[in-house]
């Protein structure tokens, strides 16, 4: 069964999530909605599911146009926003997902503009909550599916948001692998490819230094994943997102 590019970075975000983490999902963002389903209910990891359909760790999801969408869960609690957004203050989120344009070798982060504040050539949605939350999770997955030195880039155009004063763990996956941010030496390193992209690929396409660990590892897909993908997207609403 052949699933999308988009689907390894489902899988990828999959297998950054473990036991005991609270997770919280952010309005429309689909690789991250589907991957934590994936790590919860093919993989069994024992993670609770937030999110801002303001359901708690709901039972199932069939991927709608908006993740925001009341209706796209079935038999949970509710939870509201406000009360997700106050555990972070208090230090108990464990995970949050952020879908930047721009990330930089510092964590910084850019949802607000592309060029200048005052004469941008593209405005982009808005940071929302994420200069407040950013620095309080436990840990930042941040996605990207156009891995290029336009999105990868030294100094962001517009800082959102930043986690460089933080002392939480900084991943980024986009659509050619798994990058970790490594706070002792204030680098980020590869931390896993996909069967079609490469070390050296990722540093072609990165503005900012990236190192590389002893060895990565490959993320496969297995049919298996595809089908529990298509379950939960059975639209196909993620094909909208292909990058390959």
């Known amino acids: 069964m052949k699933g999308y590019s988009i689907d390894y970075v489902i899988k990828a975000i999959s297998t950054l999530l473990e036991d005991g983490e609270l997770v919280y999902v952010g309005l429309n963002s689909i690789p ?3 991957g934590t389903f994936m790590a919860r209910d093919l993989y ?8 801002v359909a303001e359901a708690s760790n709901p039972v199932k999801v069939k991927l709608s146009p908006s993740t925001g969408d009341p209706f796209f869960v079935e038999s949970s609690p509710v939870m509201i926003t406000a009360d997700s957004f106050d555990l972070a203050q208090k230090g108990k989120l464990d ?3 952020l879908g930047p344009a721009q990330i930089d070798e510092e964590t910084n982060v850019n949802l607000t503009a592309i060029g200048s504040y005052e004469n941008p050539k593209v405005k982009l949605p808005g940071g929302a909550a994420t200069a407040f939350i950013l620095p309080l999770v ?3 997955i941040l ?6 030195k336009k999105s990868l880039v030294k100094k962001v155009d517009f800082i959102s948001g930043t986690a460089k004063f933080s002392n939480n763990k900084v991943f980024l996956v986009t659509n050619l692998g798994i ?11 590869i931390d896993a490819v996909y069967p079609f992209s490469s070390y050296n690929q990722i540093v072609e396409n990165t503005e900012f230094q990236v190192d590389r660990k002893d060895s990565e590892r ?3 897909l297995t049919d298996e994943d595809v089908k529990f993908i298509n379950s939960i997207d059975p639209y196909k609403l993620r094909s909208v997102l292909e990058t390959q």
């Open 32 to 34: 991250a909605l589907i």
């Open 44 to 51: 069994g990891k024992k993670i609770r599911i937030l999110g």
């Open 138 to 140: 436990r840990k930042a």
């Open 179 to 189: 990058l970790s941010y490594d706070r002792g030496n204030r680098k980020w390193y």
């Open 218 to 220: 490959v993320i496969e």
């Open 95 to 97: 995970v949050m997902f």
């Open 143 to 148: 996605w990207n599916l156009r891995h290029s």
